[in-house]
């Protein structure tokens, strides 16, 4: 019986770790661990959902909300960190951000929004398949001169359907008529 548990747990270990590396190796997936050694501080707030959990998630959602479903069970990988106070390395952590931003520039990311403005930064970034038919990538990177932060990371496939059906789950006018627009052009 206990060899039985213990190749239980090998096959329990291998299935996790496969699970933590097909997220890291996704092309959506953005590694910001190097700019955690900078801060001074924790995150106020600190979200992190793996694929397992996501499943979990897709499960809940009502039958009625197909949509929602089906976008969920396509992400691996939901990062959201938020820092009040990332100490007196502002200035470092804003070139680290610069760097990482290159990095995305030079793997394909399309940068969707910079903003510069006194000592403020704001980069959003999209990973597209190579077909632009998916979305494999969001990275969300904000440093303020006041020394707030914000890191966000989603890895998975996103469909332009799936935004449009996020804007009407949420009553998002914006992503709702970005799916119709996607669908004018393709036309």
Request: proline share 2%.
């Amino acid at each position: 019986m206990k060899a039985i548990q213990q190749v239980i747990t090998v096959f329990a270990l291998s299935a996790w770790s496969a699970f933590a590396v097909s997220a890291e190796n996704h092309p959506g997936y953005v590694d910001f661990s190097a700019l955690h050694s900078l801060i001074n501080s924790e995150p106020v707030v600190e979200v992190t959902l793996r694929e397992p959990l996501l499943r979990l998630i897709t499960e809940t959602i009502p039958e009625e909300d197909e949509e929602a479903a089906n976008f969920v069970s396509r992400l691996l990988n939901v990062r959201l960190h938020v820092y009040e106070d990332i100490g007196d390395n502002v200035q470092q952590v804003a070139e680290n951000l610069d760097e990482i931003a290159a990095d995305l520039d030079g793997e394909n990311w399309e940068r969707v929004v910079r903003i510069r403005e006194d000592d403020d930064q704001v980069d959003i970034y999209l990973r597209f398949s190579e077909t632009e038919e998916v979305i494999h990538g969001i990275a969300v990177m904000i440093v303020s001169e006041d020394g707030e932060m914000v890191l966000a990371n989603i890895a998975g496939d996103i469909s332009f359907d799936d935004i449009g059906a996020l804007g009407r789950r949420f009553d998002i006018d914006e992503l709702s008529e970005y799916q119709a627009q996607a669908e004018e052009e393709d036309c």
